[in-house]
């Protein structure tokens, strides 16, 4: 069965990692087709524009993306690339698992192995009705909670727990302060948990959170949260366990999926092989389980981690001599 991939290279080092993980992807001959599409600084020089209607159609019509890391220039008046993408595609949840590898600079080189969900489409992170006054002395910003959005998010949540083994759930939230917003979300969060009984679930005020992570993360199995607050605990779970050069991210709806690293197009390296393909080769994994193959995503995992084990061409955020592709190469000769 053949499927076709909208390929998204990106700026920086982004076309160095997309090789990589295009090389590992076919050298597991899963039939795959790749079909590139624009965005970011790529596009605007070519196009004139970051985000090209034909990289939305693209998108639209195979319903899967892989993206590299791309760039939104600053203080020109342009808004955020990924956050156009997840509206645009209605992409509701945000997923970055944080796991422990070997070999890696990790204050936690094991026993972590958590999952956050992030409401991927509302509250402040958006950045909805954001003014400033004529004296530039007081700027404001609204922030909006769906019940819509809270229960779809926190029911995705509850859905991959059980659909992969998880057996707990952190609802984060700041309630006590937000009583709003936050308030809602917690609200939608226990009307949702009471419908999964065999899930043990619990809350926690963000805060609170964010020390627990830091002292004893392995607590932690998954964690449903809103936006901006998903946004920071899912960085902090990557540093926990190595840093973004590890951390890969699905942004998923009903209609589409697009898949990548989350760390940024690191322009300083770009074009000298230096970069970790980790993050995307991962975020490639993530997409082989939405595509209905976990068998071919955890093949994928376990030659990332063999590899890592070896110390035989780890890139030098990892503390090895080796290269972008020799990385990947590696990989893929314990496929």
Known sequence: MTQTITVIRGDGIGPEIMDATLHVLDSMQL??????????????????????????ESIRRNG???KSPLTTPVGEGFSSINVALRRHF????????????PNTKSRFPDGIDLITVRENTEG?????????????????????VTR??????????????????????????????LKTTSGLFLKVAREVAAQYPEIECNEMIVDNTCMQLVMRPEQFDVIVTTNLFGDI???????????????????IGVDAAIFEAVHGTAPDIAGQG??????????????????????EAT?????????????DALTPDLGGSGNTMSFAKAIAGRL
């Open 31 to 56: 039939g795959l087709r790749y079909e590139d599409a624009d965005a970011g600084l790529m596009a605007l020089e070519k196009h004139g524009e970051l985000l090209p209607a034909a990289t939305l």
């Open 64 to 66: 899967i993306a892989l």
């Open 90 to 101: 209605d992409l509701y949840a945000n997923v970055r698992p944080a796991k422990s590898f």
């Open 124 to 144: 402040a992170y958006i950045g909805e009705g954001q003014s400033i006054t004529e004296d530039g002395e007081t700027a404001t910003l609204m922030q909006k």
């Open 148 to 177: 819509k959005g809270s229960e779809r998010i926190v029911r995705y949540a509850f859905d991959l727990a059980r659909r992969v083994g998880r057996k707990k759930i952190t609802v984060v939230h700041k309630a006590n302060i």
């Open 233 to 251: 605990i899912s960085d902090l779970c990557a540093g926990l366990v190595g840093g973004l050069g590890l951390a890969p991210g699905a942004n």
């Open 274 to 295: 230096l970069a970790n393909p980790c993050a995307l080769i991962l975020g490639a994994g993530q997409m082989l389980d939405h595509l209905g193959r976990p068998d």
């Open 299 to 311: 093949r994928l995992r376990k030659a990332v981690v063999a590899t890592l084990e070896a110390k």
